[in-house]
Nanobody
C-alpha cells in the first residue's frame, strides 16, 4: 500500500513563509512527476507547482517567484517552499505523484490527504 503524507501547513501572516513536505511510503519502485495542488474555499483544485522526473519545473502564474518546488528521490519526498505568502494562497494543499510499482505497466497517480494553509493579513 502506498501513502503520501503532507506536513508543514499552518497559520501564517501575510508576507511570511511556510515549507510543505510530502513523504511517500510503501511499495514504490520509482517516481515520475511530482506536484503540489491546492483547493481554496469555494474554488476548483488547481496546480500550484510540478517537478518532472528530469527536474523540469512548472509553476502557476500567481506563485512564480514566490514558491519553489524540489524533490529528493532517495528520500522519496517533494517539498514546496512558499515565501511572501498572501491571503489568496489560503487553501488546502495536496501532494501528488505518479508512481511506478512492480508488475504495473504504467505509472499511477496518487494523492495525499492535504494540509491546510491559512494566510491572514
Amino acid at each position: 500500500q502506498v501513502h503520501l503524507v503532507e506536513s508543514g501547513g499552518g497559520l501564517v501572516q501575510s508576507g511570511g513563509s511556510l515549507t510543505l513536505s510530502c513523504a511517500i511510503s510503501g511499495d514504490v519502485e520509482s517516481i515520475d512527476d511530482m506536484a503540489w495542488y491546492r483547493r481554496a474555499p469555494g474554488k476548483k483544485r488547481e496546480l500550484v507547482a510540478k517537478i518532472t522526473i528530469d527536474n523540469k519545473m512548472v509553476y502557476e502564474d500567481s506563485v512564480k517567484g514566490r514558491f519553489a518546488i524540489s524533490r529528493d528521490n532517495a528520500k522519496r519526498t517533494v517539498t514546496l517552499q512558499m515565501n511572501d505568502l498572501k491571503p489568496d494562497d489560503t487553501a488546502t494543499y495536496y501532494c501528488y505523484a505518479d508512481l511506478r510499482q512492480a508488475y504495473v505497466l504504467n505509472a499511477l497517480p496518487y494523492w495525499g490527504e492535504g494540509t491546510r494553509v491559512r494566510v491572514f493579513s
